[in-house]
């Protein structure tokens, strides 16, 4: 079955920086669309960053433009995040997902699988 595992969480301070990754295993990774999602105490799920199939054009929200970079290593079927100045409204549970046909890489529920999330926390 698909498994979507994230690492790389933790408490950092805030201007610090992570990386989180991501392995996938039971699909054919290099034709999903990778996303990154978070979702923070009280509030829903939202959008951070995608990486597309075949082309790896990437995507991203406003509030991480310039400070997230997401990327793939197809031969590992992973997918990563650095996330650099961090500030304490980055805070949050950060999950993984993947997207067959790459038709939404902003909404989650264009997203087959999902991963259990790994928590970041930025404290002030």
């Known amino acids: 079955q698909v498994q979507l595992v994230e690492s790389g969480g933790g408490l950092v301070q805030t201007g610090d920086s992570l990386r989180l990754s991501c392995e996938a295993s039971?699909?054919?990774?290099?034709?999903?669309?990778m996303g990154w999602f978070r979702q923070a105490p009280g509030k829903e799920r939202e959008f951070v960053a995608a990486?597309?199939?075949?082309?790896?054009?990437?995507y991203y929200a406003g509030s991480v433009k310039g400070r997230f970079t997401i990327s793939r290593d197809n031969r590992k079927s992973t997918v990563f995040v650095q996330m650099n100045s961090l500030k304490p409204e980055d805070t949050a549970v950060y999950y993984c997902?993947?997207?067959?046909?790459?038709?939404?890489?902003?909404?989650?529920?264009?997203?087959?699988?999902w991963g259990q999330g790994t928590q970041v926390t930025v404290s002030s």
């Open positions: 039971g699909l054919m990774f290099a034709t999903y669309t």
């Open positions: 997902a993947a997207d067959r046909y790459g038709m939404g890489p902003y909404s989650e529920n264009e997203y087959d699988y």
């Open positions: 990486i597309a199939w075949g082309t790896s054009r990437t």
